[in-house]
């Protein structure tokens, strides 16, 4: 019998290969020309050790060196014996670079385009080549958008692996690039690429009951599970909790119904945070946490928003002393557009803080945490203004001292508008702005903010002879002077302004190719 197995790569990158029987997954890569790691092909090097998210399999012959029992026990494999029994999901330890594979681009075509609530539309997408599209429920793709030159955002399926039309939601904004097209210009018929799967967030082989939170539109990958439960037999309990800030953000509840009715054991309450809402439930999601919810932490938690998000479930768990099962997270990245920036960020970031609650936080049109430049600026933007509250009036006068000095430096490795060296640059920025997370002493928020990796983003594309804008400097500077002064509106806008000459820096980067 053959199986589907998915190759999910560091970088986010997942690809999807067809294994035969008696075949080892390594065999059947390399046949795909997709190179993950490999060396002597008879389990006595552990070059080639995988960890197995889901599905079973004979793991074959190896010898202790290779595998230890522990490590098998906690799900390891080597892809050069193993033999899947089942379709498999295995997280490759390398990117999809050094496998030298890549996602994969797809046409499409625009089929129906439905505005559900004031503030969301749903849209969906046909192919003609629907089989050769595989994904796992909760995964996202980059879509580029038509008349844009090549620009792109990301969107989760709402629709299951198994459905043969493509369906996502998405927030419309004032000045949002997706928003304009789907707003005023989208026309049924049109031809609409994109390049996916990507993403690690997605469905894990059910094992316990499970808690399911969205915010917003995080809501689409959520529904993408329900659907694909719905065609399984799953006999753990599942709850889902979905958030919005106002009446009119609430959408697919009959979807959600329709789900109690399709999943056994399948149960939805729905919350706003409008106290004038006509909602039963009001405030936020984490308000509406029960005790059977969390299992005393024998729970697998999927949770959908931006990093403020993430980090308040955190500490609500945190605080109640549940350390769930497994916790997996898709963290937004807020793409704020520059003439709507100062107001909505600021918002968002005072909520988190007044609430530590993902139910509060407004949806902008946001894509997931992705690999392009735009998204990783703007998801530190958002982790950045958070920070402001936490850290202005709290350093001592020794890390104001220390903050100014790493501004300083980071001063020194420009000139103008140029780099005097773009390498000492990327590692004198990093600095400066990780600082403020240091200083807050919170490890997830640090690993948030690190797992971003903008600095080997920009090592990767800024070089000495690239023009950067002349305002960064200052812009470091002002952040500074604001918390000196303990002003946290000016700290806010010069984050904001910073954000917005980071990318355009970048940007240019990007467009001028390198001598």
Known sequence: MTYQVALAFEDGITRFIKVGPRETVADASYKARINIPLDCRDGACGTCKAFCESGTFDAGDYIEEALTDDEAEKGFCLPCQMVPESDLVLQIPTTSDVAKTAATVYESTLTEIRRISETTYAFSLELENRDELSFLPGQYVNIEVPGSNGQTRSYSFSSGPEVSTLSFLIRITDGGLMSTYMRDVAQVGDRITFTGPMGSFFLREPK?????????????????????????????????????????????????????????????????GDPNSTAEKKGYVTNHFEPHHLAEGDVDIYLCGPPPMVE??????????VKPQNFYFEKFALAVT???????????????????DPGALPAYEIGEEHATFQAQFDARMALELAIVELTMGKLTPEQLTEFKVLAELAGKTLDGEKFVSSEDFTVTNEAFHEFLFNCVGNEHLLQAYTRLEVPATMAKVLRKEHWIDGAVDADHLAIVAAFEQQDPDAARKAIIAHNEHAKATMAAASRTPVK
Do not use: W
């Not at 308040?312 to 002393?321: D, H, K």
């Open 208 to 272: 316990r009951q499970a808690l399911l939170l969205a915010g917003g539109t995080g809501l689409a990958p959520l529904l993408a599970i329900l659907e694909k439960l719905a065609g399984m037999q799953n006999p753990h309990p599942v709850h889902l909790i979905y958030g919005v800030n106002a009446d009119t953000d609430l959408v697919e509840i009959d979807v959600l119904e329709d789900y109690k009715s399709r999943i056994d054991g399948f149960t939805f309450d729905y919350c706003v």
């Open 312 to 321: 308040g479930v955190r500490r609500f768990l945190e605080g109640e002393g």
């Open 338 to 356: 520059p003439d709507a920036a100062e107001a909505p960020a600021a918002a968002a970031e005072a909520t988190v803080q007044e609430t530590g």
